[in-house]
């Protein structure tokens, strides 16, 4: 089975900019969730969907927006980027979305914004 | 609101000496437990997990015993390799926050040949 894919890995963009990334689940997995990896936060949750809708949006300004699509695919928007946007952005996703179950997370999208 | 605590690292030990690497929560619910492994360049992977309290869980050679009492749930290896660097982070997931995971700030493991 294949794993969990994040599109573009990496991306180079200018402040002001926006960017969206793309995140495909393992086959079957109904929830995808997102985080910002940072050196100085360590890992931030960003927001979660199940089923297209969103369940869970942690504490990140609105510039920072996310969809799920009928095929539990996922994307990922931030708008006016600002340097300190620059971080690890993963992907997980996992089949019913509830606490105990696993989660599967993909090899992530490195943001540098210049 | 949760939270996860890790040691201080990074922590560096020679092949085959013994591993501990403490963890310990706050929830306000009932919190599944999970130890991911993050080599470089990649994303993370689960190592083991918990889901209820005084569960085991362990995975290639790895062990973390979910402690209520303590609100711990500490990751011990007996013997490690070189294989075993890597950034190791522990996390929770509160019963009603879905899948949301509260990580740790990770520890950095290099083991020496």
Not at chain 1, 5 to 33: A, E, F, N, W
Not at chain 1, 68 to 87: I, K
Not at chain 1, 106 to 113: E, F, H, K, S, Y
Not at chain 2, 23 to 42: D, H, I, M, N, R
Request: charged share 15%; with cysteine.
């Amino acid at each position: 089975k294949a794993g969990v894919t994040q599109t573009p890995r990496y991306l180079i963009k200018t402040r002001g900019q926006q960017v969206t990334l793309s995140c495909s689940p393992i086959s079957g997995h109904r929830s995808v969730s997102w985080y910002q990896q940072t050196p100085g936060q360590g890992l931030q949750f960003l927001f979660e969907y199940f089923s297209e809708t969103q369940r869970n949006k942690g504490n990140f300004p609105g510039r920072f927006s996310g969809r799920q699509f009928s095929n539990s695919r996922s994307e990922m928007n931030v708008s006016t980027l600002e340097l300190g946007d620059s971080a690890l952005y993963l992907c997980a996703s996992s089949f019913g979305g509830s606490s105990t179950d696993t989660q599967y997370f993909g090899p992530g999208t490195r943001l540098t914004v210049l | 609101g949760d939270s996860v605590t890790q040691m201080e690292g990074p922590v560096t030990l020679s092949e085959e000496a013994f591993l501990t690497i403490n963890c310990t929560y706050t929830a306000t619910g009932y919190p599944s437990l999970f130890w991911y492994v993050q080599y470089p360049g990649e994303g993370l992977q689960l190592l083991l997990k918990a889901t209820k309290a005084d569960d085991k869980g362990s995975n290639k050679g790895f062990e973390a015993t979910y402690r209520k009492e303590t609100t711990s749930f500490h990751l011990e290896k007996g013997s490690v390799q070189v294989s075993d660097s890597a950034v190791y982070f522990c996390a929770l997931s509160d019963l009603g926050a879905n899948s949301k995971l509260t990580f740790g700030k990770g520890i950095t493991l290099s083991v020496r040949p």
